[in-house]
């Protein structure tokens, strides 16, 4: 009887084992899904959120999903160092990916240096993150410096522009790009006329635009989120000042597009192709992925919904692409550790990764995948390339 009873405790312990799930593999991620930035967190994660639910759907790693723990900064760093904290102490994830800013990123740095946790592609273009001895970050996209290499290049050696203010957030964010702008003009022995400053997710703008105004640059070179400086281009144009504005990467160029009164030139730098035009196979597995999400929600076949209500459930925006692009990147890693996942695994992985037809040229110094660039110009039909 003993025996019967050890041989059927046997059977439920091992169905027990059995019907367990296999233990998520965690990531983490910090970032605005509030206040005047939220829609840089929400579209990178919703575009991440693609590429790791396409994996979930195939089984995940050897039957492990992808959980994403993203937590709300509102774009404030002190909140950043809260819920980094949280993360890596108290849910244990295996890597930090996705955060947003340069501001919110420096803050976490003492934490993550000491630590060593991967820190893997953050939304910025900061120098700070591109230290040769940071060997737990990976960057997926261009430098800072290289989108102001960029600018600069067409506004002053193309266009001749030299009468040229700076608009620029008041934090590590604005002090990082500055240098890079001011660096690119003092190789053309120039200054610009003014350095206007503005406070991080500020609606007061009254007082930079009016430093601004008082200079009468033609070019305003501008560091800050889609929201402030809409803002501040609507405060100057009320005043009649209607220079060319310049937006970098991290503005959210599809966003300011969307809502921009296109009376106004604004120029921009890019670090991933616009996903409304692109014919990369990137941006079309991007597109299908939306699709697929779309339909999923909707219930219905393809056949039955209309092409624009396909699409209706994401947003096609850089942001999410970029979202999309690294997630992908991030996945083929862990595929490529699937034996034995591992934080030094993952970082050995990553620089070894393609994404489709999206050219990578991996910098080992600056532990960055892209060097990718692209002006455009924004327009009410769409961004439109500086070369057309």
């Given amino acids: 009887m003993c025996r019967y009873l050890l041989l059927f405790s046997c059977i439920l312990v091992c169905f027990s084992l059995q019907a367990q799930p296999a233990a998520p593999i965690k990531i983490g991620m910090s970032a605005p899904f509030s206040g005047r930035a939220e829609w840089l967190g929400l579209d990178y994660r919703a575009g991440a959120n693609l590429a790791f639910e396409q994996l979930n759907q195939q089984g995940g790693i050897n039957g492990r999903p992808i959980q994403l ?11 950043t160092v809260d819920n980094t904290r949280q993360l890596v102490f108290n849910d244990k994830v295996l890597a930090l990916f996705g955060y947003i800013g340069t501001p919110t990123s420096n803050a976490v ?44 290049s067409y506004l002053v050696d193309q ?17 990082s790009v500055e240098r890079n702008f001011l660096t690119e003009l003092q190789k053309r022995q120039l200054k610009p006329l003014v350095i206007s400053r503005f406070k991080r997710n500020t609606a007061d703008l009254a007082d930079a635009v009016a430093a601004l105004i008082a200079q009468k640059p033609d070019v305003v070179l501008t560091v800050g989120t889609y929201q402030v400086l809409i803002d501040a281009i609507q405060l100057g144009a009320a005043k009649k000042f209607n220079p060319l504005y310049s937006v970098v990467s991290f503005t959210g160029v599809s966003e300011l597009n969307s809502l921009l ?33 779309a339909i ?36 083929g890693a862990l595929k490529q550790c699937a034996a034995t996942i ?4 993952v970082l050995q992985a990553l620089p070894q990764q393609q994404l489709y037809d999206f050219q990578l040229q991996y910098d080992v110094q600056r532990h960055q995948a892209s060097q990718q660039v692209s002006l455009v110009w924004l327009r009410q039909r769409g961004l439109q390339p500086v070369s057309d």
């Fill in 159 to 175: 266009r001749q522009f030299k009468k040229i203010a700076l608009l620029i957030q008041a934090d590590e964010f604005g002090a």
């Fill in 109 to 152: 740095l003492p934490l993550l240096r000491h630590e060593q946790i991967p820190f893997i592609a953050p939304f910025t273009g900061a120098d700070i993150l591109r230290q040769p001895e940071d060997h737990f970050i990976y960057n997926f996209r261009a430098s800072y410096a290289q989108e102001a290499s960029a600018q600069i």
């Fill in 69 to 79: 723990i993203s937590l709300d900064d509102g774009y404030e760093p002190l909140r």
């Fill in 342 to 345: 591992t934080r030094r695994c």
């Fill in 296 to 331: 999923s929600k909707a219930g219905q076949p393809a056949a039955t919904l209309p092409a624009t209500a396909r699409l209706s459930d994401a947003r096609m925006s850089d942001v999410a692409l970029e979202g999309f692009a690294a997630a992908t990147i991030l996945v």
């Fill in 261 to 293: 009164d296109h009376r106004h030139q604004v120029l921009a730098s890019m670090v991933m192709p616009d996903p409304n035009q692109s014919k990369l196979a990137l941006v079309d597995a991007y597109r299908q992925q939306l699709q697929t999400q």
